[in-house]
């Protein structure tokens, strides 16, 4: 069966869009852990039970929270959408 042309252009969209969110993740990560190693902020920005690392791993890991699932439904969507609908046509004329 062939693709839709919403699916085409689904695929073609999260095939950049998803690993950029995870190498901006990632980038957030690296940029907030040698903030903190190399005293780029203040010490006072990291609360009294974590270290550089922990905060640099919960910034990290908010961007690919926020921004992961938006990739994933944002392609996703319109392909289970299209699908559904498919199917309501199907089971209509059928």
């Not at 908010?62 to 309501?88: D, F, H, K, N, R």
Request: charged share 10%; proline share 7%; net charge positive.
């Amino acid at each position: 069966m062939a693709k839709a042309p919403v699916q085409k252009f689904a695929h073609r969209i999260s095939k950049y869009f998803v690993p950029l969110v995870i190498m901006l993740s990632l980038s957030t990560w690296l940029a907030w852990y040698m903030g903190g190693k190399l005293s780029w902020y203040p010490k006072s920005w990291i609360p009294p039970s974590m270290d550089s690392f922990q905060l640099a791993l919960q910034f990290g890991i908010s961007v690919m929270a926020i921004a992961y699932p938006c990739a994933c439904l944002g392609t996703q969507l319109p392909i289970s959408s299209y699908g559904w609908c498919l199917e309501l046509v199907l089971l209509k004329v059928y």
